[in-house]
T-cell receptor, first 116, second 118 residues
Framework: AQTVTQSQPEMSVQEAETVTLSCTYD???????LFWYKQPPSRQMILVIR??????QNATENRFSVNFQKAAKSFSLKISDSQLGDTAMYFC?????????????FGTGTRLTIIP | GAVVSQHPSRVICKSGTSVKIECRSL??????MFWYRQFPKQSLMLMAT?????????EQGVEKDKFLINHASLTLSTLTVTSAHPEDSSFYIC??????????????FGSGTRLTVV
């Protein structure tokens, strides 16, 4: 079974600074997908960014980028120019493509607070 | 974009009663839906996976007779908590998989249901 580990339960950073959230995973699969989800106080899960394991290029979405190290099984999220609206729980997730059962396995989350 | 409507957002029920939570995909067909449970300040724990027209697959440790899942159509899945007890109080979230979007795409989450059993 796959496991996802987020070793930083809480982090805080000043507004406009850059912050990196770490995530490691364990799998014997070669083809899989990785995600970062954001859960603000509203509890709505919001997709931040996704990465296909077969792609060597790191995914980027505006201020959000990842550092995907497949051999090390590491998938960190970098938030640049952090904003107050980035305050949320962040979950790293793993998905192995399996027809009819493509479930997400979530890490324990990192609570990020952006300080004004 | 894809939207999943989950109702109710909050529900309070008495011990011993049953409560039904609905998860509906509004603008896409969801062949697969997932039900999660989230305790305060914790991660999402998958309870079960339901595929339209077939029985749900439950994760280890989840009582299938207590958490009844029905996925009767491509747009609707329901979770019924039967004979609810205070320990069932939690936040329940559904996620729908868009059949037309494969691979890394196509997961949409509902807004969650906070269940309180008194």
């Amino acid at each position: 079974a796959q496991t996802v580990t987020q070793s930083q339960p809480e982090m805080s950073v000043q507004e406009a600074e850059t912050v990196t959230l770490s995530c490691t995973y364990d799998t014997s699969e070669n083809n899989y997908y990785l995600f970062w989800y954001k859960q603000p106080p509203s509890r709505q899960m919001i997709l931040v960014i996704r990465q296909e394991a077969y792609k060597q290029q790191n995914a980027t979405e505006n201020r959000f980028s990842v550092n995907f190290q497949k051999a090390a099984k590491s998938f960190s999220l970098k938030i640049s120019d952090s904003q107050l609206g980035d305050t949320a729980m962040y979950f790293c997730a793993f998905m192995k493509p399996t027809f009819g059962n493509e479930k997400l396995t979530f890490g324990t989350g990192t609570r990020l607070t952006i300080i004004p | 974009g894809a939207v999943v409507s989950q109702h109710p957002s909050r529900v309070i029920c008495k011990s011993g009663t049953s409560v039904k939570i609905e998860c509906r995909s509004l603008d896409f067909q969801a062949t697969t839906m997932f039900w999660y449970r989230q305790f305060p300040k914790q991660s999402l724990m998958l309870m079960a996976t339901s595929n339209e027209g077939s029985k749900a697959t439950y994760e280890q440790g989840v009582e299938k007779d207590k958490f009844l899942i029905n996925h009767a159509s491509l747009t609707l899945s329901t979770l019924t908590v039967t004979s609810a007890h205070p320990e069932d109080s939690s936040f329940y979230i559904c996620s729908a998989r868009d059949a037309a979007r494969l691979g890394a795409y196509g997961y949409t989450f509902g807004s969650g249901t906070r269940l309180t059993v008194v």
